[in-house]
């Protein structure tokens, strides 16, 4: 925040996950980029003579709906929304609010959510029923990655990346409480 005068940043920046005791690489940047690359192909056939609106939802999607739509084919526009949920700890607070709403109307357009992981799904759906309700022409889910044996979803996330095992994982956008979205790989947090 801007009135807050304190910083809990350390100097030395992490990039890769090599050399960083705390950190194992999990997904390696060439992999990453080579899934991106292969969706966004998908995804641009999928919506050849249509410009969907794609959704990053904040702060974790940043990273990945940069490189995403630098590789879609098709003419986009973007917009983001932003959710509260984990705050800076692990595991989720089960308990969902909108801290950012979107700028851009939802009626009759097709929307293509992107999200950096999904986890037990509340987040997606919470977007979906909010989307819902503005009446898209279309509405697809985008994930990089996502945790094998979800219970709270009871829709197709269309569009993913990686399906992974329950581990927290950070990097590529992902964070724990705020730290390594700028690792350019996915990576596990051994000592959180
Ligand atoms: P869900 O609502 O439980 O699906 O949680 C989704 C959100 O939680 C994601 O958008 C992330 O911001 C965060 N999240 C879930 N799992 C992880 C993780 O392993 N690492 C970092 N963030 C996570
Ligand atoms: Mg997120």
Same mark, same amino acid.
Request: hydrophobic share 40%.
């Given at each position: 925040m801007l009135m807050n005068k304190k910083s809990t940043g350390k100097k030395k920046t992490v990039k890769k996950a090599k050399g960083n005791k705390n950190l194992k690489t999990f997904i390696s940047s060439q992999k990453v980029a080579a899934r991106v690359k292969a969706l966004a192909r998908r995804i641009s056939k999928d919506y050849a003579g249509k410009v969907p609106i794609f959704i990053g939802v904040l702060n974790g999607s940043f990273i990945f709906i940069s490189d995403l739509v630098r590789e879609v084919t098709v003419d986009v526009e973007i917009d983001f929304l932003k959710l509260s949920s984990y705050g800076d700890s $692990? @595991? *989720? =607070?089960?308990e969902v609010r909108l801290l950012k709403d979107l700028n851009c109307q939802i009626e009759g357009r097709d929307i293509i959510i992107v999200e950096d992981i999904i986890d037990s799904g509340l987040s997606m759906k919470y977007i979906r029923d909010l989307v819902l309700q503005h009446h898209p022409a279309s509405l697809e889910f985008c994930a990089l990655l996502m945790k094998k044996g !979800? =219970? &709270? !979803? *009871?829709? &197709? @996330? $269309?569009?993913?990346g990686f399906e992974i095992e329950n581990r927290f994982v950070v990097g590529y956008g992902l964070d724990y409480a705020q730290k390594y979205r700028n690792l350019k790989e996915v990576a596990i947090l051994l000592n959180g």
């Open positions: $692990k @595991i *989720s =607070s089960g !979800l =219970s &709270n !979803l *009871s829709f &197709n @996330i $269309k569009y993913v």
